[in-house]
Each structure stands twice: as C-alpha cells, then as structure tokens.
C-alpha cells in the first residue's frame, strides 16, 4: 500500500465488525494504518480484520465488551504489545434501546449508558497514556444528542453525555497535545438502523437521506487526521441535511 494519510498510525476502532466501525476500519488499512478491529462479536472482527489483511494492509482482531474496564485494557494492551502506541482512538460502538422510560429496566438503562457513555471514558482513561502528541480521538454521536423521539430516552441521554463529556475532555487533553472531536451520524444504513423494531413494524418511517457507512467513515478519518489539528471539543453532524430540516 502507499504511503498516505496514516501511514504506520496505531488505530484502534471499537464496533469494527460491522456499520460504520468497519467502514472506518477499512479505510484506516487503506490509507496505510496499522489497525486494531474491537468488537463484542469476535467473529465479526475477525472478519474485518482479515479483509483489511487480504488487500495487503495490517490489522488485528480483539474481542472485548466495552463497558468492562478489564476488557477494555486488554484489547488496549494488545494492540500496544503489538506495535508500541496509539495514534488513533474511535469509540463507535454502541447498543440501543426501544421502550417507554416507564417499562425500560433499570438493568438496560445502565447497560445503554454503559457501552455507549462508560466505554469513551474507558478508552480514553486507558488508551491516552499510549498517545503521543498529535494523538486524535473521535467519538460517534447521534443526531439523537440534538433532535430525537420517543422511547429511546436512554440512548438519546448517552449520546447527550457523550458530547459533553468530548467537550470537557478536550480542554483536560490540550496540554497532551491529543484532540478529541465527535461524529454524530443522521440515518445510515446499518444494522442498527434497520433493527430498530419502529422501523421493521413501519411506525417509523425512515424519510429523507440516508447516508452509507463510507460517508461516515470519511468524516471519522478526516477528524482524526493532521489536517484537522486545530479542530477539538467539536461534533461535525453528518446527516444529509437531516437537523436542517423542519
């Protein structure tokens, strides 16, 4: 592969079996990085992991549940043990739920905020001491921090806190010289999107743009990359124009 963008960077992308993790895995191998594939299902990363390696890039596959500190360190010091830092941090992986606030359990609230809020401060915790300056971390948002709909209270909460959390986290990093910025993705043909049992029953309809994990990608690498040096604390909202919308 030619040199590029990321030549020889440590990138570490947890959900990298599948949607929009996987994208970002991929592109990563293509521009040249060294790529750690973390994911709850070892099957899938395993997978993506093998087609970065199969189009001549490097990457490896770590199974870990996010929310679990233990795990969260072991897949970290794999991919350190490997090649020796991190360069690149992207926290994508997410769970969500679908009920009233009234009949979601206590037991799933805590399960949402966990893989989803817990798991950035995890990584951030654990990985930031294996970054050196230059050092980028990228968060995955949702529009849900900024518009959302009934019944998923606790996602649209974890992506909220995820948000401000970047915020504070940037000025905490700056003296590191590590950025840390957020994606926050509209409708993208995912798993997680048409999983969504509103979505399979139809009483919610998908309208108006709906993105394809590249495009995600692309925004993820350009956050993470040296030309975006002076951006931190940032959420760039890649939704097709969906919040512009009445």
């Known amino acids: 592969m030619s040199a590029t963008r990321f030549s020889d960077k440590v990138c570490l992308v947890t959900g990298g079996g599948s949607g929009i ?8 191998g293509a521009e ?38 233990a795990e969260v360190q072991g897949a970290i010091g794999k991919a350190v043990h490997a090649w020796g830092r991190l360069d690149v941090v992207v926290n994508d992986a997410a769970t969500m739920t679908f009920t009233p606030v009234v009949d979601t359990s206590e037991a799933d609230f805590d399960r949402v905020l966990a893989v989803n809020l817990r798991s950035v401060f995890l990584f951030v915790k654990y990985a930031v001491p294996h970054m050196k300056a230059g050092g980028s971390i ?23 806190g995820m948000e401000a959390m970047t915020r ?9 010289g590590v950025r840390i910025n ?59 124009g969906r919040l512009a919308q009445l």
Request: aromatic share 4%; glycine share 10%.
């Open 182 to 240: 957020c994606v926050a993705p509209g409708a993208v043909d995912t798993p997680m999107l048409w999983d969504n049992p509103n979505v399979r029953s139809g009483a919610e309809k998908i309208t108006g743009a709906v993105g394809k994990p590249q495009d995600l990608a692309a925004a993820i690498l350009f956050l993470a990359a040296g030309e975006a040096e002076f951006i931190t604390g940032a959420t760039l909202v890649v939704d097709g």
């Open 168 to 176: 504070a986290l940037s000025i905490e990093l700056s003296g590191r």
């Open 21 to 28: 993790g996987r994208a970002a895995c991929h592109r990563f």
């Open 32 to 69: 040249g990085g060294r790529v750690a594939v973390v994911d709850l299902n070892e099957a899938r990363a395993a997978e993506t992991a093998a087609t970065i390696t199969a189009s001549g890039g490097r990457a490896m596959s770590v199974a870990a549940d996010v929310s679990v500190s």
């Open 138 to 160: 990228v968060n995955v948002s949702s529009v849900h921090a900024h518009q959302t709909t009934a019944n998923v209270a606790a996602y649209a909460a974890s992506k909220g």
